[in-house]
């Protein structure tokens, strides 16, 4: 397929692609980046997002943002920075789309107990999930395991922030090591301006969806926030614009003049690291001595204020503790259940856990759990722990 040819030097291309593990023939239709952002949209792991955690858990409202909702703003804003930029937009999409695949139930307090839980297993990393599950647990083609997708997808879901090789070391990140090591991934090297672009679409996202998100949950109102830096100045600004309009509509445009902002400040200060390192080539993008993609310090620093509110009003409200709690309590029960009687689980996981090497055993419970929705982990828990257990089966 024909490949368009106004992309900037240091953007990548599908023509130069490295290509793909496992060769295939060339799709007639889709450019090679094209196809692997379908093979993640028709991927299990992808559908599974719809009821996993951000903040909030699946089930407690039609409204907020779930992995799946999430991905796909993030991917929205990381095609139109890499259309600005003038970069590969297949291949940035792609990316966004991939980046939280290997998230378990319940958010980060679902993260935080598979870490506990497999610390003494080598331990539990989200971004080494996510390499999993595209290069591995994914099994739907016949002719090789995971997605089989091409080098640059590959490369951008493992360092889309920065440089991996200094973590490899660590237990949980063995897995990027071990991987195909004849398949060279630069481990030590800046990835794409593509997966620049994903990664920081995925703060401009979160830091929005969450104001947003948190608002509409009560947890603070629309002026708790006009003292804080970006999002105050804006909420003033929109108020002076619609006086008549509602806290519904004013939430609304504010959040889409935030997100509208960010994105301006993220252009500006990408072009100038461009110019003043002498970037020209998508060799030079990942030798350079710094992220590319970025935040201005201004912007840096208006968004470590908005974190610390949001973290002291949103992330640690009693609501959302008590829900992580639950969320601990229950990831960590039935991770011990399976680790001591792996014959309870599905057969097909069963088959896997039920080996007398632990670390093997506590890998397919982890990869088991990690791959649960919020709703599934729930309705699994009951069956496995209440009392009506004999009525289920």
Not at 303 to 313: A, D, I, T
């Amino acid at each position: 397929m024909s490949q368009l040819t106004d992309h900037a030097s240091f953007a990548e291309t599908s023509v130069a692609s490295r290509g793909r593990l496992f060769p295939e023939n060339i799709s007639r239709t889709r450019t090679a980046f094209a196809r692997d952002r379908d093979r993640i949209i028709h991927c299990t792991a992808f559908r599974r997002l719809k009821e996993k955690t951000q903040v909030f858990v699946a089930h407690e409202g039609d409204h907020y943002r779930t992995r799946l909702t999430h991905s796909l703003e993030v991917a929205q804003i990381a095609r139109s920075i890499a259309h600005a930029l003038r970069l590969d937009t297949d291949l940035a999409e792609t990316v966004a789309l991939a980046h939280d695949l290997g998230h378990p139930p319940f958010g980060h307090a679902g993260e935080d107990e598979l870490q506990a839980q497999m610390e003494p297993w080598g331990g539990f990393d989200h971004n080494v999930q996510t390499f999993r599950v595209v290069t591995k647990l994914e099994e739907r083609y016949p002719a090789f395991d995971g997605l089989n997708l091409s080098w640059e997808t590959v490369e951008g879901v493992i360092k889309h922030n920065g440089p991996v090789s200094h973590r490899l070391d660590e237990p949980a990140w063995r897995a990027i090591a071990d991987y195909a090591p004849d398949w060279d991934l630069r481990l030590d090297s800046f990835a794409s301006l593509e997966a620049q672009a994903a990664a920081i679409a995925d703060d401009i996202a979160y830091n929005n969806h969450d104001v947003d998100d948190g608002v509409q949950a009560g947890l603070f109102s629309l002026d708790d926030l006009a003292g804080v830096p970006l999002i105050g100045p804006i909420l003033l600004e929109t108020r002076r614009d619609w006086p008549d309009q509602d806290e519904r509509m004013i939430r609304i445009e504010a959040v889409r003049r935030m997100i509208g902002a960010m994105i301006e400040d993220v252009l500006a200060e990408t072009g100038r690291r461009i110019e003043a390192d002498g970037i020209h080539s998508r060799e030079s993008v990942r030798m350079a001595r710094r992220t590319l993609v970025a935040f201005s310090d201004g912007m840096l620093a208006d968004l470590g204020v908005l974190r610390k509110f949001l973290f002291e009003r949103m992330y640690r409200h009693y609501r959302v503790n008590r829900t992580r709690s639950q969320a601990r309590r229950l990831l960590g029960e039935m991770f011990q259940l399976f680790m001591a009687e792996p014959g309870v689980l599905p057969p097909e996981w069963s088959e896997k856990a039920a080996v007398e090497d632990r670390h093997r055993r506590a890998r397919a419970v982890c990869d088991y759990i990690a791959g649960m929705t919020d709703r599934y982990a729930i309705e699994e828990h009951r069956k496995l722990f209440s009392l009506d257990l004999g009525l289920d089966l």
